[in-house]
């Protein structure tokens, strides 16, 4: 990337809560994006709304759970935006239900484990041919943590991280110059969170945006949002299980 080439990420899940704020916050500091999501015309209200940022903005409403259809999306926003620097894999959804049914799960599953698997594995190729890259995924807090009421949204975060931390180390063993940022949310206000009763220490989408891109910036490996949460972090791998499992979670 040239010196004088505003950075070019692709935004997954831009539609709303978390991807939404990334997407005004970029275009506002400059940055080329590219949004995907699979509500088309929340996209084009965004693309509306920031067209008088400093940035570009590039759009493609796809469902993530359609591979096929995600490498073509992946493939156009490549070559609209000129090039690309890095991709924020921040798609998700989540479920706080005791009585959720397998089709609730199995969405969970598609969304949050082989879509970003797949996302992650696209952008990897990708930034091993070009010679550099970043790749940043949204995990979260959960991936510490196991729940009776959201089981497969805390194991599809554990995945989350976990395959990240292994692509950083297949990174270095193929010595490709590429970063790889894993951000740890706690609760921040979105969609997901909304109607969830046992939500605390909610941080505010804007506030808990503006934290994630210093972090990105910096090409940090790790960012908890907000710091607080990693001393829960701690905590979470040293309680227990028989402790945990008498909390309500």
């Known amino acids: 990337m040239s010196s004088l080439q505003p950075p070019r990420y692709l935004i997954t899940g831009a539609s709303s809560g978390i991807g939404e704020e990334l997407a005004r916050q970029l275009a506002e500091k400059g940055y080329t994006v ?3 999501a699979r509500r088309k015309e929340r996209l ?20 993530l759970s359609n591979e096929a259809e995600s490498t073509q999306a992946y493939t156009k926003l490549l070559s609209d935006m000129g090039g ?12 706080d239900d005791l009585k959720a049914p397998w089709e609730t799960d199995a969405q969970t599953i598609d969304i949050n484990v082989r879509a970003f698997a797949h996302g992650l594995h696209w952008a990897f190729a ?3 041919e070009q010679g550099h890259g970043h790749i940043v995924g949204m995990s979260s807090i959960a991936s510490h943590l196991a729940s009776g009421h959201a089981p497969v949204y805390t194991a599809s975060k554990h995945f989350v991280s976990n ?9 270095n063993a193929l010595e490709i110059k590429l970063d790889i940022t894993d951000i740890r949310p706690g ?8 109607d969830n009763p046992h939500t605390f220490w909610m941080a505010s989408t804007q506030r808990a945006v503006e934290m994630m891109i210093k972090g990105i910036e910096k090409k940090k490996k790790r960012i908890y949002i907000t710091k607080r949460w990693r001393l829960l972090a701690v905590l979470a791998d040293l309680i227990p299980y028989f402790i945990w499992n008498r909390l309500s979670f």
């Open 163 to 171: 395959y990240m931390t292994g692509f950083r180390m297949k990174a």
């Open 84 to 95: 690309l620097d890095g991709i924020i894999l921040n798609a998700g959804v989540g479920r």
């Open 187 to 194: 609760y921040v206000v979105s969609e997901m969170t909304r």
């Open 34 to 36: 590219g949004l995907i």
């Open 44 to 63: 084009v209200a965004l693309k509306q709304e920031l067209k008088y940022k400093p940035g570009k903005v590039f759009i493609y409403a796809v469902d």
């Open 126 to 128: 990708h930034f091993q």
